[in-house]
């Protein structure tokens, strides 16, 4: 079994910072992409950030000079520092990695559970 824990959510003020942590644990022979989606009230999930095992990242326009994706590969874990907050990022934020199992195993997808990031105006 495979488990995401986050933490590090909560509330700010517009301009501040927040950073949210997610650990992966359980029976993991690898993990290829890590990273964060987040839903508001009434609309879609949406990728915030993600970081491939080889460091690479992608931003969602709305957060690029304002978030920054990092990952510790001997923790299983990534970190998403999130500063310049604004109300518009007020959601549910997931955590999400794609997750071998074994080597025999297919890749597949696992989220966490969701920490609310509000951010008051």
């Known amino acids: 079994q495979v488990q995401l824990v986050e933490s590090g959510g909560g509330l700010v003020q517009a301009g501040g910072s927040l950073r949210l942590s997610c650990a992966a644990s359980?029976?993991?022979?690898?993990?290829?992409?890590m990273g964060w989606y987040r839903q508001a009230p009434g609309k879609q999930r949406e990728l915030v950030a993600v970081i491939t095992s080889g460091g690479s990242t992608t931003y969602a326009d709305s957060v690029k000079g304002r978030f920054t994706l990092s990952r510790d590969n001997a923790k299983n874990t990534v970190y998403l520092q999130m500063n310049i907050l604004k109300p518009d990022d007020t959601a549910v934020y997931y955590c999400y990695a794609i997750i071998r199992t074994a080597v025999w195993a297919s890749m597949l997808n696992y989220w966490g559970q969701g920490t609310q990031v509000t951010v008051s105006s």
């Open positions: 359980g029976t993991i022979f690898s993990i290829d992409t």
